[in-house]
């Protein structure tokens, strides 16, 4: 299952407020997390959850 929100929902990276990733020309976001776990049976899960540097909402990609 992949859970996309906020920032995670386009190729930009674009927030809800418009701020994109640096690569695209928006200033950008800060990491507060980022997980990953391998079950070593083709299982496991990727967390990865940034704050927008524009205006400070959290955007969260699931992938488990």
């Not at 995670?8 to 950008?28: A, P």
């Not at 976001?29 to 524009?54: L, M, P, W």
Request: charged residues 30%; contains cysteine; aromatic residues 10%.
């Amino acid at each position: 299952m992949i859970t996309k929100t906020g920032a995670f929902r386009d190729t930009e990276c674009t927030c809800e407020c418009g701020n994109k990733h640096e690569l695209y020309g928006g200033i950008g976001y800060r990491t507060v997390r980022c997980d990953a776990h391998s079950d070593r049976n083709g299982g496991g899960y990727y967390i990865h959850v940034v704050r927008c540097k524009q205006c400070d909402a959290l955007s969260e990609f699931v992938d488990k």
